[in-house]
Nanobody, 127 residues
Framework: QVQLVESGGGLVQVGGSRRLSCAAS????????MGWFRQAPGKERDFVGG????????FYVDSVKGRFTISRDNAKNTVYLQMNSLKPEDTALYYC????????????????????WGQGTQVTVSS
């Protein structure tokens, strides 16, 4: 059974930090590029950032660039989202997603290519 399970969400104050984890099972994790998405209440699910299979390539949307960092540990089948300098507008349900690829250094920014999704973890930034 292929599964992605996010954890680490919670309530954090403005300017604070939080690290989300996404643990994968039932798949060959090193063959998947990973992405993080988020969805605020009443809004669409937005791409936050992505990381390649080998972890050497990452991409971030402008709104989180310089504040968020994605990393992965293929030995632990886990991808992380380190969030610093959090703002109220970062409040959302955060999802990780996996996309199988033969390209070791590719990351993906499109929603449609990701085939496996987690259930999400809520991050609330209070002011």
């Amino acid at each position: 059974q292929v599964q992605l399970v996010e954890s680490g969400g919670g309530l954090v104050q403005v300017g604070g930090s939080r690290r989300l984890s996404c643990a994968a099972s039932g798949l060959t994790f090193s063959m998947y590029a990973m992405g993080w998405f988020r969805q605020a209440p009443g809004k669409e699910r937005d791409f936050v950032g992505g990381i390649s299979r080998d972890g050497d390539s990452t991409f971030y949307v402008d709104s989180v660039k310089g504040r968020f960092t994605i990393s992965r540990d293929n030995a632990k089948n886990t991808v992380y989202l380190q969030m610093n300098s959090l703002k109220p507008e970062d409040t959302a349900l955060y999802y990780c997603a996996a996309q199988w690829t033969t390209r070791r250094s590719a990351y993906y920014t499109g929603y449609s290519g990701y085939t496996t999704w987690g259930q999400g973890t809520q991050v609330t930034v209070s002011s």
